[in-house]
């Protein structure tokens, strides 16, 4: 039975829908709740799946391409091009110094030059899988240390090629190495030499042709079906199309699709494409975790704790540190490099393809690589505990070092606002108050962010603005009025209530994502509630009824009637709303909506400007002349 | 007891000595509001439905603000627009004002005498307010003669605490319903019936 394809989805799914909840809620992030789900179904533990993992493995390495061409979607062009000295400069040097470091370890240890040259190349390779999740999980994508993370790992799979192309010429010249060489063999290697090349950029050609001329009509043509599914088949088609291509020619197939995912950036079936793509992406990457977990050899550990975890803790400090050294050389703070330190100094998977791949070409020995493999694992799954670790201790008291440093500055603000988030939102509401020469204090958490702000003459400081001892260095017990800009909901809510406790003279002002989140900062007890999008919304409503001939004031005076009937229905919903948790989301928002239309029609303080209307006047007049 | 509702606009307060004043010295009176409309509809978005329950609560309304081109600034325009409802302020079946009292406390540059036949303005203020004059009558309210601050620019401090508290005693009066409004009708100013307040035992 448990060779059924059945039986193993449902182990599979299961783990992932039991291991996952329970991460997140713990605070540990999915990326360790699918590679702990792993280790429970694995060998180790409960026994559902054996060896068979590793091939799923590879299988479910397809999550990393399909991440990488998402990935590419969401960059365009132009803001590749602005990278490309962070992705040369940070890449080329954390791959080169970290191969010259392990290789010259690994020679200390009495390794053969070759094979440890070999080994230096592949534990530089960092999991684009682990580290792209967890920053986004983390909302870590768009700093510095997220921008920087990517850089080097888009590095590091470009590098990946001519890595394969080295190996086989430091092979030990043994007669086994040249049979698996030639077992090996990608079908470009049967081209003649001069080919090569020409093959390798002309399938780089075929897909920016493709992705820019082709593709476009073909998505028009599959749009027009009005068949969902079809496109969906259309968006696979072309990811697993872009990756055997690179596979025939022998570069890497998460490359291509990224490469794909860039030319398609700017097209107009970019979310379309984003929104098909990826809950495959996430069940696939949610599987390669699994798979992950499930492969880690605790026997092999068990034998040899000692070198194992030796070799572990020694790899990660090492790569660890060069990482630092580098994110020092390009002037990242630090706490923007102990994330990126952190994030990327484990070993990647590209190293189970190479180990297996050195394997076969007798680059390195099998006892080697298999040691190698499950300290690779390790390293993959101690990466989200050390990411956590890096954040609950070391960054937190990074803050306390920063505080005390500007402590005496912020004291002789005692400015009358303080504004807490300086993205979008926060630095309109800063700068509206500035033009107005009101004095505010800006508390932002991304560092690299602050430093800029404050180039630019901005009263801003670094700090997670939920620390109420923070929050009294800032100038709370003397202000007025905190803005509470910051974009993540969860962290809006402590925010919220530290204030509430610490600060009660405080007047919050506080921004909401939507409906549900301004019903959680009502019951917090919030007066000043603000819906991000209610008045955008509001004014494209008025644009677009002024462009179908309504007069722009009557438009503009039926926005704000509305803006004040939906706050008040807000008003009233809120008491009467559902509080049962366990109704499922979906179902409460159809609800909800319900509740809000059948109010927008039955409501009576949606009349209009009747001392306006000359309605009531006229009916009078006439029936007068009747009588 | 009258209760009065002041209807105050000035569209910029912090720059108006005058209005200062006057809103100054008739805070905390007993059954006295102040509504003060630009602070409370910024937008210019009028809660009708709270305007008209304030109307109904008091028997004496005041609309107090600067004379801007011999008239009041746009929100009371909007104000009377909008809250005034046929069949609700006028109209056949328009009667929720019946009764009650209304006029202007209004500042202008001009003095008294520019308001003059020979005068730059040409006409008396009296004149120019008969909008609001004519308006009260449609609601059936009864309309008082105004209580005019003149020569604004040229006032020293005294005077306008002596402006204060002239405002003060003629709301207190009001309040209190010491006042015969058969004297008051024929007069041109309120201000001329304040001096012979003074002399009343309070």
Redesign the interface.
């Known amino acids: 039975m448990q060779e059924s394809f059945f039986f193993q989805a449902m182990v599979y799914l299961a783990a992932a829908v039991i291991m996952v909840p329970v991460a997140k809620r713990l605070g540990l992030g999915s990326v360790l709740g699918y590679l702990l789900a792993g280790v429970l179904i694995g060998p180790a533990c409960l026994k559902f799946i054996g060896q068979e993992g590793t091939d799923i493995m590879h299988f479910a390495e397809f999550g990393v391409v399909m991440m990488l061409f998402v990935i590419g979607l969401e960059l365009e062009p132009s803001r590749l091009w602005r990278l490309r000295k962070t992705i040369l400069g940070m890449g080329g040097m954390q791959i080169g110094i970290t191969t010259v470091v392990v290789a010259g370890l690994a020679l200390l240890f009495g390794i053969d030059w070759k094979q440890a040259l070999v080994l230096g190349m592949i534990i530089s390779m960092s999991s684009t899988a682990i580290v792209l999740q967890s920053l986004n999980e983390k909302g870590l994508m768009q700093t510095a240390a997220g921008q920087s993370s990517f850089a080097v790992l888009l590095f590091q799979d470009i590098a990946v090629i001519p890595m394969l192309a080295l190996f086989p010429l430091l092979a030990s010249a043994t007669p086994v190495s040249q049979a698996g060489a030639h077992a090996s063999v990608t079908p470009i290697e049967s081209l003649p030499v001069w080919l090569q090349p020409i093959a390798v950029l002309g399938s780089v050609a075929a897909i920016i042709l493709t992705g820019r001329y082709l593709t476009p009509h073909l998505f028009r043509i599959v749009a027009k079906t009005n068949m969902r599914e079809l496109f969906t088949a259309t968006a696979l088609l072309l990811v697993v199309g872009i990756a055997v291509l690179m596979t025939t020619v022998g570069l890497s197939p998460a490359l291509g699709t990224f490469l794909g995912g860039v030319v398609l950036a700017n097209s107009e079936y970019r979310h379309e494409l984003e929104s098909d793509i990826d809950p495959f992406k996430g069940l696939l990457l949610g599987l390669f975790f699994m798979a992950v977990g499930a492969s880690i050899d605790f026997q092999l550990i068990l034998a040899n704790p000692a070198l194992i975890f030796g070799l572990v803790l020694g790899l990660m400090a090492c790569k660890l540190i060069v990482l630092l050294i580098i994110g020092k050389t390009f002037k990242l703070s630090t706490d923007q490099n102990l994330i990126f330190g952190f994030g990327l100094c484990q070993i990647g998977e590209f190293a189970f393809v190479l180990f297996s791949f050195t394997a076969q070409e007798g680059v390195l020995d099998k006892q080697l690589t298999d040691v190698m493999t499950a300290v690779v694992a390790i390293t993959m799954a101690l990466t989200p505990l050390a990411m956590l670790l890096n954040e609950k201790l070391l960054l937190t008291r990074l803050g306390v070092v920063n505080k005390d440093e500007r402590e005496s500055d912020i004291v002789a603000e005692e400015n009358p606002v303080i504004i807490a988030g300086y993205g979008h939102f926060g630095n309109t509401v800063g700068r509206f108050l500035q033009a107005n020469n009101v004095g505010t204090t800006v508390l932002d958490v991304d560092s690299d962010n602050v430093d800029w702000l404050r180039r630019m003459g901005f009263n801003v400081y670094y700090g997670d603005a939920s620390r109420h001892d923070l929050l009294e260095i800032a100038g709370a017990g003397k202000a007025k009025i905190i803005v509470i800009a910051i974009s993540d909901e969860q962290k809006r809510l402590e925010l919220v209530e530290t204030v509430k406790k610490h600060f009660p003279d405080l007047h919050i002002l506080v921004r909401s994502t939507n409906r549900y989140d301004a019903y959680d900062l009502m019951n917090a007890g919030m007066l000043h509630i603000y819906r991000e999008t209610l008045d955008t919304s509001l004014r494209v409503g008025v644009d677009a009824l002024t462009l179908l001939g309504y007069r722009a004031h009557e438009a503009t005076r039926a926005a704000k009637t509305f803006f004040v009937h939906d706050e008040r229905t807000l008003k009233r919903l809120s008491a009467i709303r559902n509080e049962d948790e366990y109704v499922s989301a979906a179902r409460e928002t159809m609800e909800e909506l319900e509740r809000v239309i059948q109010a927008d029609r039955s409501s009576p303080d949606l009349r209009i400007d009747e001392g306006w209307d000359e309605n009531s006047l006229i009916q009078d007049a006439q029936s007068a002349t009747r009588t | 007891m009258a209760k009065v509702l002041i209807q105050f606009a000035h569209p910029i307060l912090s720059k108006s000595r005058v209005h200062k004043a006057l809103i100054q010295s008739c805070a905390n009176l007993n059954d006295v509001t102040i509504n003060d409309l630009y602070e409370r509809y910024p937008?210019m978005?009028i809660d009708?439905d709270r305007e008209q329950a304030l109307l109904r609560a008091h028997d004496i309304i005041v609309f107090q603000h600067p004379f801007y081109w011999y008239s009041s600034p746009a929100i009371i325009k909007q104000w009377f627009?909008?809250?005034?409802?046929?069949?609700w302020a006028y109209?056949?079946k328009g009667n929720a004002l019946v009764g009650k009292k209304m006029f202007n406390v209004i500042s202008c540059g001009g003095s008294r005498e520019a308001y003059g036949p020979t005068g730059t303005n040409r006409y008396p203020i009296n004149q120019f307010l008969l909008p609001f004059e004519q308006t009260a009558r449609l609601c059936k309210m009864t309309y008082l003669p105004p209580f005019v601050i003149h020569a604004t620019h040229r006032l020293t401090p005294d005077q306008l605490i002596d402006y204060g508290t002239q405002f003060r005693t003629l709301l207190a009066a009001l309040a209190a319903e010491r006042i015969d409004f058969q004297h008051v009708e024929p007069l041109d100013y309120m201000n001329d019936l304040v001096a012979s307040l003074a002399n009343q035992p309070v």
């Open positions: 937008d978005y009708v627009d909008l809250v005034l409802e046929h069949n109209g056949s």
